[in-house]
DNA sequence: TCTCTAAATGCAACTCGTTTGCATCTATTT
DNA sequence: AAATAGATGCAAACGAGTTGCATTTAGAGA
């Protein structure tokens, strides 16, 4: 799964950052690399299922860090009331995110400038910034959902998908 | 401060709501009837300003169920890590919120709609909802910061800014 | 008006995501 | 290889929000 090339590409990566390269921060790395948004959590399911046993408290300080660098950006997901972390990718500043799978969907065009610039005039407020997130369904879930539709009722609400 | 009318009126919303009209949701519904948007905490320390010293688990009770029962709605503020409050007014779908004074400009007007259908079609996702809320400085704020501008420099970071 | 009961409240203990202090270990520099 | 800045693990703490339970109370009914 984590080939010698990509351990390479990560260390290279946190060099470039001007970051240690330890093998903790390699593997938060390759996780984001595999795209999609993680919360702190995921990441350390991930690595226990791989035999490692990373401490909550270095997964956050290793994605404050990614953070606070501009690598990885961090933004709060209602449904799971937790910080999901992705990495940075110019031009890729909203996201359409199943709230089944956590699928993710990276909208590249931000259809919020025009009116946003409107906003400033208006309002006369220096607009530091916005936040937007789609949720819904994805065409997998919707399909899934529909053929568990006669399936047990289920108690813990339609939300469901905690992890 | 606390009108007998703004009593007498909170007490009807709640009869209407098919609420019990308690003394501590008539004063939670006053605050937010002053508008706005309040944390649980917000709302607990002006009630103790006024001598009142309400359990915050009555707090969130009460503001659940406001949020249940479509009289009020929450939302997540990034910035301080926690739900905000407000009373629901049909057609107030998105905020301006200073991030200094906490003023709102309620913005009545989604510029989503359309973009949303392209990506419902593009994508073909079941959209379910978004998450749209506008951050900045008020006027005031503004002046204010200009006005400290020289003064102590501040250790809390302004890296705030979720998006 | 008085009584009854479902529901509201206060209290305390708890959950859980996240943070922090501290001792130990390790990647990088010399 | 030794030195050291800083990264990690552990345990304890933090804070928003939740829950169980005993007590009180609003509102319905007699």
Redesign the interface.
């Known amino acids: 799964m984590t080939s010698p090339g990509e351990q390479a590409a990560c260390g290279e990566i946190l060099h470039r950052h001007g970051l240690k390269n330890t093998p903790a921060r390699r593997q938060v790395l390759r996780l984001l690399r595999e795209g999609g948004v993680l919360t702190a959590d995921d990441i350390g399911e991930r690595l226990r299922d791989e035999g490692r046993t990373p401490d909550p408290s270095t997964l956050y300080r290793i994605l404050d860090l990614f953070t ?1 660098r501009g690598l990885a ?4 997901l ?1 449904d799971l009331r937790k910080y999901g972390f992705s990495l940075k990718a110019a031009g890729h ?1 909203h996201r ?1 995110i ?2 089944r799978c956590r699928r993710v ?1 990276e ?1 590249d065009r931000c ?2 400038e ?3 610039k409107e ?1 400033r005039e208006t ?17 997998d879930c ?1 399909a899934a959902e529909a053929r568990r539709a006669e399936s047990p009722p289920d108690k813990s609400g339609p939300d469901g998908k905690a992890q």
Chains 1, 2 share one sequence.
């Open positions: 606070a950006e961090r933004h709060y209602p500043r359409l199943c709230v969907v909208i259809p919020l025009a009116f946003e906003l309002t006369r407020f220096a607009i530091t910034g916005h936040n937007l997130e789609w949720y819904g369904l994805c065409p919707q």
